[in-house]
């Protein structure tokens, strides 16, 4: 089962069904990964509020000493606008954001939100400034309402409505027999992968973070509540400062700049414009890309900006 459940989550967050997570979620790294999880041990600091830039400094990573991960990535994301990362299954894009998230720390170089050093930040404290939205939620054996509510224990009922409402799941949710009170999850009301995905999105809405990670799901949605998704994703990363794993580079034409990685280095950086222009690795994947959504008629075929 534990096999099963790691490829479904790149991000590595593996909800079991309880209600604290963070707990076995640590298990689960210390069975799974070389490296263990980093404890929230009592002398580090908290993370100081701020405008929420994200800085990599020549980071090197790796999770086994014999085989690096990511080689001297460096990039910044100025507060409030969003980098996108491409590239090929494998080359460290997942990994960048379990960093960001200080699941693991840098084997050289730095990562710091707002010029604070994560390293010497509580994991907690650097995970209460920024919300996920992973490829795959798992929900709680609970109700609706506590899965939305997850995003900010205490939150009211009607903070809990107003960010359903903002998630554009409010209405299903009317629908349910018990409405908030509605059980979910494994012995509840199956939702699908899109509202999984809303419920995610309500979740970072209660929460109100001003760092956004956003791992793109590759095959989970069809096409119509993908579109949908989507620009409830662009609402939410208008004014927070945000990372996306991208899969689809259609959905990133926007970004300030895209990073695309290969073997854990970025090889390429720039607007989408300016990296059709070099005619790299980015613009052969967009070419590849577009030609698979002509080939199948249900994708959307993406316009080049
Ligand atoms: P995808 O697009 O398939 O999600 P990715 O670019 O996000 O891929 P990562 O998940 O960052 O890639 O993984 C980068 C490399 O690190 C891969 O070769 C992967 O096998 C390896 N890796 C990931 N997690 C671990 C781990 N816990 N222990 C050892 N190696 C790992």
Redesign the pocket.
């Known amino acids: 089962a534990l096999q099963l459940c790691l490829p479904l989550n790149?991000l590595?967050f593996v909800y079991r069904e309880a209600r604290d997570a963070r707990v076995n979620t640590e298990r689960l790294f210390e069975l799974?990964?070389?490296r263990p999880a980093i404890a929230d041990e009592p002398g580090l600091a908290q993370q100081q509020p701020g405008p929420g830039e994200v800085t990599f400094d020549h980071v090197d990573f790796h999770?086994?000493a014999a085989?690096p991960?990511l080689r001297d990535v460096s990039f910044r994301i100025p507060p409030g606008r969003t980098v996108a990362v491409v590239?090929?299954?494998?080359?460290?894009?997942?990994?960048?954001a379990r960093l960001l998230l200080r699941f693991y720390d840098p084997d050289g170089g730095a990562i710091a939100i707002d010029g604070q050093d994560i390293a010497t930040v509580r994991p907690s404290s650097v995970r209460g400034g920024v919300g996920v939205v992973p490829q795959e939620t798992v929900l709680f054996n609970d109700t609706i309402g506590y899965n939305i509510a997850y995003g900010r224990i205490g939150a009211s009922h009607d903070e809990i409505v107003a960010a359903a409402r903002a998630a554009h799941i409010d209405q299903l949710i009317d629908s349910l027999p018990e409405k908030y009170d509605t059980p979910v999850g494994e012995r509840g009301v199956k939702l699908s992968g899109g509202e999984k995905q809303r419920i995610a999105i309500a979740r970072v809405i209660l929460k109100n973070p001003r760092i956004l990670v956003f791992d793109e799901a590759t095959s989970a949605l069809d096409a119509d509540s993908e579109q949908a998704i989507q620009q409830e994703l662009e609402r939410l990363s208008a004014n927070r400062t945000t990372l996306v794993?991208a899969?689809r580079l259609s959905s990133i034409v926007a970004a300030y700049q895209i990073l695309v990685?290969d073997r854990?280095s970025i090889v390429e950086r720039g607007t989408h414009t300016e990296l059709l222009r070099r005619k790299g690795l980015y613009a052969r994947l967009w070419l590849l890309q577009q030609r698979m959504a002509r080939d199948d008629t249900d994708q959307m075929i993406p316009t080049p900006g």
């Open positions: 790149a590595g799974l990964r070389e999770y086994d085989r991960i590239g090929k299954s494998g080359s460290g894009k997942s990994t960048l794993i899969h990685m854990g």
